[in-house]
């Protein structure tokens, strides 16, 4: 799910009166500022017009994963979740993927930096969602919070930690959850080594895999590999511009896991890379019980040949 016209037009509208040099030079700031101080425990992103800039440059695209990830998972959920805690909120873009997928009463949005709470209190202003949704100052590290939630997201967040509060910040946010929780980071080998990271502790915690792993064994993906997957966004003349593209769309890769309270039904099998279509059968690399495997489904396999043809990266099969 794309974002709205209206709420893409007031994101860009929050850089009315910069210039595109100045706007420019920030943009290419922030993403050095990610690419070479993550993981360190830094704040990146700390003023006013730093916050705008990433906001209109990475909103679109963190609210489609989290879109695209909500509906191909927790869509038959949808009756169980009326609440959610968003923590590492940002200007608030996996709150509203949220809350345009689910019938949410409550969402409770946590962020440590005070520009981040200012551009998403000013997005939502005159939003439908600012009917349900709060923002609070909170630091992820430090506070502690007694509120639960039927759904917790992290999106994009752990990944600016160091190990030692990566751990004891997903320990804090399991406590918060009452049925699900969703963790998000890049589609990275650093993301998806988080995301494994995660995983083991999760599940030592008693949590169990809803997606997008087919089981509960130890992650098979090799040392030299990464688990990650992709979803396409759309580009406004002015993302093109902040960073210097021509293409009209980009490229969105995450790694992600979901948790549930309780024990689940898992799919059978994740298509893990870009199916390969040959005459007469389609390839297809798989995680499944076994680990990961390379399945052919040949044509004469008349229904899931055709399946397999239409399948993407992530699937079910």
Not at 244 to 267: A, L, M, Q, W
Not at 283 to 309: H, M, P
Request: glycine share 6%; net charge neutral; hydrophobic share 35%.
């Amino acid at each position: 799910m794309e974002l709205d016209l209206v709420t893409k037009n007031k994101l860009e509208n929050l850089l009315d009166g910069y210039s595109l040099k100045e706007l420019k030079n920030v943009s290419f700031e922030i993403i050095n500022r990610y690419q070479n101080e993550s993981g360190k425990g830094n704040v990146l992103i700390n003023d006013d017009l730093r916050s705008k800039v990433y906001a209109v440059t990475r909103f679109p695209a963190t609210y489609k994963v989290v879109s695209d990830i909500l509906e191909k998972s927790l869509q038959k959920y949808k009756n169980d979740i009326k609440t959610l805690i968003d923590f590492g909120s940002g200007s608030g873009s996996a709150s509203l993927a949220a809350f345009n997928t689910f019938e949410l009463e409550k969402i409770t949005q946590l962020e440590r930096d005070d520009s981040m709470i200012d551009v998403g209190q000013t997005l939502f202003n005159d939003l439908p969602i600012k009917n349900v949704s709060q923002y609070f100052k909170f630091d992820l590290t430090k506070d502690e919070l007694k509120e639960k939630g039927d759904l917790v997201i992290s999106s994009y967040v752990l990944n600016e930690l160091e190990s030692k509060e990566r751990i004891n910040s997903i320990k804090k946010m399991w406590e918060s959850t009452n049925k699900f929780m969703v963790i998000i980071e890049p589609g990275t080998p650093i993301g998806s080594e988080i995301i494994k990271e995660v995983r083991s502790f999760v599940i030592s915690l008693g949590g169990y895999v809803l997606s997008p792993c087919p089981h509960m064994n130890n992650c098979p993906i090799a040392e030299n590999d990464w688990c990650h997957f992709s979803t396409r966004v759309s580009r406004s003349r002015l993302h093109k511009a902040l960073k210097e593209g021509d293409s009209p769309f980009e490229d969105e890769k995450y790694s992600y896991i979901i948790f549930s309270k309780k024990e689940v039904n898992r799919c059978n099998a994740r298509i893990l890379r870009h199916p390969l279509i040959y005459n007469g059968y389609v390839s297809l690399t798989v995680c499944d019980q076994n680990g990961i495997e390379n399945i052919k489904i040949s044509k004469k396999d008349n229904k899931r040949y055709k399946l397999a043809r239409k399948a993407n990266v992530g699937d079910e099969f």
